[in-house]
Each structure stands twice: as structure tokens, then as C-alpha cells.
């Protein structure tokens, strides 16, 4: 059972456009965090989250948490080509206590110049 | 060392043999996760220690897949009797305590199953 899916698996645009990239469960997480991971590398953190609605900047990149901390959503503003990788989001379900991080299924970026 | 390092890098097996996957985590890391992943896809949670014991080991898929840890270091991920379908990258993670703290991951080790 995967309990945190996103939004779209694949997406391909060009630069200059801007994008949102969704990550949906209906298990409620007390944290969520995004990583970017390129080829051939492991996953590398972006942002941590923890409060419902809570809204971070990272320069051209959004993220929000949603009110009910059941979904977060991440905006790229003006993509790059340097943002192309795959995006995941990833859960804690029991407020840092001895639990493991649930990641999503990822979405594939590819920024076309 | 620095980060994550996981050995070997890249490993070709044949069917039916087996494999050992080493992991060292980023000393005074308590936490570490292994994780597998097929080509463009997200990340498939397979085992989880805090120290030396794995409170959450629900993601191993068979019980030809196993993984220690000793000394609150170094893992090691067996996978017995290799299946085709084995093949994918194994990644591993530590962290200093738990879940919600930053989690670093290494660059994986691609298993190929011929």
C-alpha cells in the first residue's frame, strides 16, 4: 500500500515555465520533506515542513503543507534546466518518534531548454 | 568519512547466487534505512535500524532478503538466491536520530541480476 502518492509521475516542459508537483495521502504526517535526487546520486533534501499551511521559499522553488498535514505541494517558478531530477517527497507519521520515513512515488522532472 | 558510502557501486550476479550490499552510515548516525528503487521510480522502504536493532523490517520482500547491523555503524543487506526481479539500485540512508531529521543517502549500489 503506497500512502503517499504525487503528482504527475512525468513531466516534461520547457525552461522558463513554471510547474506544481503534488503529494497526496490520506494518513496524516507530523512532518513532510522533499528531496531531489539526479541521475546516478541518492536523494538530497530540499525542505522540511511541519505546520499545517505552513508555506517555505527556497528561491524560485514553493513548498506548502497542507492545513490538515495531509498533503504537500512543491511550485517551481522560471524552471531550469539544472531542476531536472526526481522529485520525492517523503512522511513521518509519528512525530520523529522510532518510526521510518515513507517516501512517495516521485515525479520526474525534465527541463527542456 | 564524509557521507553515506555504500560498496559496491555496481554489482552484476548471476541467478541463484547471492549478494551482500555494504552500507556506511555518516558516523554518530542512529538511524539507518535501506531503500530500493527501479529505474525513475520513487523509493521502496525495505528496512529500518535505530542502533543495532531494525524496529521495522516490513518491507523486506521475501525471506531471502535480509540485513544486520553491527556496532551501530556499518549495515549489510543479503540478498539469497537472486532473483531477475532483484535487479534495481539498493540505496541507503542515515540519520542522526529519527525520522523527521535530514536523511543522507548514498549514492546506492545498481544491482543487475543475469
Given at each position: 500500500?503506497?500512502?503517499?502518492?504525487?503528482?504527475?509521475?512525468?513531466?516534461?516542459?520547457?525552461?522558463?515555465?513554471?510547474?506544481?508537483?503534488?503529494?497526496?495521502?490520506?494518513?496524516v504526517f507530523s512532518s513532510l520533506q522533499w528531496y531531489?535526487?539526479?541521475?546516478?546520486?541518492?536523494?538530497?533534501?530540499?525542505?522540511?515542513?511541519?505546520?499545517?499551511?505552513?508555506?517555505?521559499?527556497?528561491?524560485?522553488?514553493?513548498?506548502?503543507?497542507g492545513d490538515a498535514r495531509k498533503d504537500s505541494s512543491?511550485?517551481?517558478?522560471?524552471?531550469?534546466?539544472?531542476?531536472?531530477?526526481?522529485?520525492?517527497?517523503?512522511?513521518?507519521?509519528?512525530?520523529?518518534?522510532?518510526?521510518?520515513?515513507?517516501?512517495?512515488?516521485?515525479?520526474?522532472?525534465?527541463?527542456?531548454? | 568519512?564524509?557521507?553515506?558510502?555504500?560498496?559496491?557501486?555496481?554489482?552484476?550476479?548471476?541467478?541463484?547466487?547471492?549478494?551482500?550490499?555494504?552500507?556506511?552510515?555518516?558516523?554518530?548516525?542512529?538511524?539507518?534505512?535501506?531503500?530500493?528503487?527501479?529505474?525513475?521510480?520513487?523509493?521502496?522502504?525495505?528496512?529500518?535500524?535505530?542502533?543495532?536493532?531494525?524496529?521495522?523490517?516490513?518491507?523486506?520482500?521475501?525471506?531471502?532478503?535480509?540485513?544486520?547491523?553491527?556496532?551501530?555503524?556499518?549495515?549489510?543487506?543479503?540478498?539469497?538466491?537472486?532473483?531477475?526481479?532483484?535487479?534495481?539500485?539498493?540505496?541507503?540512508?542515515?540519520?542522526?536520530?529519527?525520522?523527521?531529521?535530514?536523511?543522507?543517502?548514498?549514492?546506492?549500489?545498481?544491482?543487475t541480476v543475469v
Amino acid at each position: 500500500t503506497q500512502l503517499l502518492e504525487q503528482s504527475p509521475q512525468f513531466l516534461s516542459i520547457q525552461e522558463g515555465e513554471n510547474l506544481t508537483v503534488y503529494c497526496n495521502s490520506s494518513s496524516v504526517f507530523s512532518s513532510l520533506q522533499w528531496y531531489r535526487q539526479e541521475p546516478g546520486e541518492g536523494p538530497v533534501l530540499l525542505v522540511t515542513v511541519v505546520t499545517g499551511g505552513e508555506v517555505k521559499k527556497l528561491k524560485r522553488l514553493t513548498f506548502q503543507f497542507g492545513d490538515a498535514r495531509k498533503d504537500s505541494s512543491l511550485h517551481i517558478t522560471a524552471a531550469q534546466t539544472g531542476d531536472t531530477g526526481l522529485y520525492l517527497c517523503a512522511g513521518d507519521q509519528n512525530g520523529g518518534a522510532t518510526n521510518k520515513l515513507i517516501f512517495g512515488t516521485g515525479t520526474l522532472l525534465a527541463v527542456q531548454p | 568519512g564524509a557521507g553515506v558510502s555504500q560498496s559496491p557501486s555496481n554489482k552484476v550476479t548471476e541467478k541463484g547466487k547471492d549478494v551482500e550490499l555494504r552500507c556506511d552510515p555518516i558516523s554518530g548516525h542512529t538511524a539507518l534505512y535501506w531503500y530500493r528503487q527501479s529505474l525513475g521510480q520513487g523509493l521502496e522502504f525495505l528496512i529500518y535500524f535505530q542502533g543495532n536493532s531494525a524496529p521495522d523490517k516490513s518491507g523486506l520482500p521475501s525471506d531471502r532478503f535480509s540485513a544486520e547491523r553491527t556496532g551501530g555503524s556499518v549495515s549489510t543487506l543479503t540478498i539469497q538466491r537472486t532473483q531477475q526481479e532483484d535487479s534495481a539500485v539498493y540505496l541507503c540512508a542515515s540519520s542522526l536520530r529519527h525520522s523527521n531529521t535530514e536523511a543522507f543517502f548514498g549514492q546506492g549500489t545498481r544491482l543487475t541480476v543475469v
